[in-house]
């Protein structure tokens, strides 16, 4: 059956989309369709799919069986070291960023899965499934840690062949040409990766869009979350970018969102949450000049007791407001039960002397009580060429300790900065034959590769924590009480608290909560392991130190709590069992997206764990409440 014919086919079950509920007729509970039951599609259904999606329907397979089924042979020791890959996992429909939740959720495959090269193999998908009543799962990186883009007996539309990418000198959405002035942007397909979007924008283009911190996050998902990246404090958030989608509604329409065609759903879209509103097959993003130069300042600095550290503390809590509070300064600090305040910050716009200048005072306050403090490595201070940051090939050329792991010390080639050579390389590459030269990705980031998660928090700080002595000791007090109990970070590039207007005012016109324009950083606090999965021999998952881990997690941020209240928690990074997702993700926002929701999703074909609408669903997302 050709796609035109098998979408005329099934036209006449989208017509009742447009029936009013009330008056249609009281229906009985709303299960949707499983494999086992009579009413799944037959053979020739499925044969009939995918001849209209052009032979893209897939059997999806299950790579982790060969670790259960033959753990010793060669296949499964080659698939474990795979495990750790990103874009491994990224090309597998059958896999997903993180394997699992304690009590939470397993990762498992789709039945099927529709490996879509347009919009149209997205709107017939989006019918069939519609049609047949059947559990709908949408995956362009797989990075969800609440498990949204997988689930079993369902029907997978995987974007991740959707990555075009067209840069515009001067791009007007689609029926604004009267109210829009044209401006510099880039569109990309639903399946684009930060790599591949940085590659194009900033290595070739000269330019910056605004992608994750993490090089392997689908912009897809990006967008619609939020979307945080090293420098979100000066350029803001991805949402906050979005010009135009292209969306495929419940309905199977292919639609335009943009600020003058469907503004409702269009703005739904800028951080509503995916997988909830439609499927995005493909995005334009504004752009933005670059710097010069981005420069990353990482060390660490270990206490002698518990009282030198809540001084260290206070110390560098101090310090950040008086020199850091501002849109030049992004990533992350950290505290621990290990006493060490770790510091993993990048400045934008300032070359290596500026930056060391910076930190000069906060340098000479911990020398004059060295007793108390010691440095564990080195202070790693260099200008990186703003345009080279994501090149993976020019890291190789020009600073090949990041890449190549060796032992020692060594002048670096940035401005003669003394750094560490680590025995592990920071920039970790795809080994794969014929994988591209640019399939690279951050260690830290490969930490959470085919990891089990124990628990994950999140929580917006606001920026009355930094007012005042009185409440900077507070925060500093906060900040150790929590670490007794777990690491936690503070991503300073999370919260629009000494942004720029213009990123505020974009922020505040996207559906992220509003917690955000008033916080000066996110704080996160998570733990797991792997790869690890249920019933492989050897990397079982512990759910005790699962438990143990989210319990002390859950303490851990509950002091912090305790001085920032209950004020919101960031939907991509946030935890599993949140009972108040609605007010913590979304805020006052919620009933806005509740009514776009019920218009574009009467029926709830789309559903995610702790998304929009999801309250009128099981767990599972099979069953109408």
């Not at 910056?208 to 350029?235: E, W």
């Not at 292919?254 to 951080?271: E, H, M, S």
């Not at 994950?456 to 007012?467: D, I, K, Q, T, V």
């Amino acid at each position: 059956m050709k796609r035109r014919t098998f979408l005329k086919a099934t036209g006449a079950a989208a017509l009742l989309t447009l029936v009013p509920r009330g008056l249609r007729a009281a229906a009985p509970t709303v299960s949707r369709c499983r494999p086992s039951d009579a009413a799944w599609p037959s053979k020739s259904a499925w044969k009939q799919l995918n001849e209209a999606v052009d032979g893209n329907l897939i059997s999806v397979d299950f790579p982790l069986s060969i670790l259960k089924n033959n753990p010793d042979s060669n296949a499964a020791k080659l698939l474990l070291k795979d495990l750790k890959n990103p874009y491994y996992i990224g090309d597998q429909p059958g896999l997903t960023e993180s394997l699992g939740w304690v009590d939470a959720w397993t990762t498992e495959p789709s039945v099927y899965a529709v490996a879509a090269r347009n919009a149209q193999d997205i709107a017939t998908a989006v019918n069939f499934a519609r049609e047949n009543n059947l559990r709908l799962v949408v995956k362009g990186g797989g990075h969800s840690f609440q498990g949204t883009s997988n689930a079993p007996d369902s029907l997978l539309i995987w974007t991740r062949h959707m990555h075009d990418i067209e840069m515009h000198t001067g791009f007007v959405p689609q029926g604004c040409e009267r109210t829009l002035q044209p401006q510099p942007a880039v569109t990309v397909g639903a399946g684009t990766i930060g790599m591949q979007a940085y590659q194009a924008v900033t290595t070739h283009g000269g330019k910056y869009v605004q992608g994750g911190g993490c090089t392997t996050v689908c912009l897809g998902g990006l967008v619609q979350s939020g979307g945080f990246g090293s420098f979100s404090k000066h350029y803001g958030t991805a949402a906050g970018g979005l010009l135009e989608a292209e969306v495929v509604t419940a309905d199977g329409q292919i639609r335009v969102a943009n600020a003058c065609t469907n503004p409702d759903l269009f703005w739904a879209l800028k951080g509503g949450g995916g997988g909830t509103f439609g499927v995005v097959s493909k995005m334009t993003l504004k752009v933005h000049d670059l710097p010069e130069y981005f420069c990353p300042v990482t060390f660490t600095i270990k206490a002698a007791s518990d009282d030198d550290y809540r001084r260290l503390i206070r110390e560098f809590v101090g310090f950040y407001k008086e020199h850091l509070f501002n849109d030049r300064w992004g990533e992350q600090v950290h505290v621990g039960p290990d006493n060490r305040l770790g510091i993993r910050m990048m400045s934008f716009g300032l070359d290596s002397g500026q930056t060391k200048a910076i930190w000069q005072p906060f340098f000479d306050r911990v020398a004059r009580s060295s007793h108390a403090y010691s440095q564990a490595g080195r202070v790693d201070i260099g200008s990186i060429p703003a345009r080279h940051y994501w090149d993976a090939q020019w890291w190789k050329e020009h600073w090949p300790e990041i890449v190549f792991p060796r032992d020692g010390l060594l002048h670096g080639l940035l401005d003669d900065v003394l750094l560490h050579v680590m025995s592990e390389p920071s920039f970790k590459f795809d080994d794969r034959p014929g994988a591209g030269p640019n399939n690279a990705w951050w260690k830290g980031d490969g930490d959470q590769v085919a990891w089990f998660i124990g628990g994950l928090e999140s929580l917006w700080l606001p920026a009355l924590l930094l007012e005042s002595d009185a409440q900077q000791q507070n925060l500093a007090d906060a900040l150790f009480a929590a670490s007794r109990h777990w690491r936690v970070e503070l991503h300073l590039s999370k919260g629009f608290a000494g942004a720029p207007p213009d990123a505020i005012a974009r922020a505040r016109d996207t559906a992220t909560n509003p917690a955000v324009l008033t916080a000066f950083a996110l704080a996160i606090s998570g733990g797991g392991g792997g790869p690890a999965y249920p019933g492989i021999p050897g990397h079982e998952p512990s759910v005790a130190e699962g438990r143990m881990a989210a319990q002390r997690i859950h303490q851990c941020m509950d002091q912090l709590r305790a001085v920032a209240g209950h004020n919101g928690a960031y939907v991509s990074e946030s935890n599993y069992f949140e009972q108040n997702f609605q007010q913590a993700y979304w805020g006052c926002n919620y009933s806005r997206l509740a009514e776009i929701k019920r218009k574009y999703d009467p029926d709830g074909l789309f559903f995610v764990h702790n998304g929009v609408g999801s309250e009128e669903w099981s767990t599972d997302g099979f069953t109408k409440l």
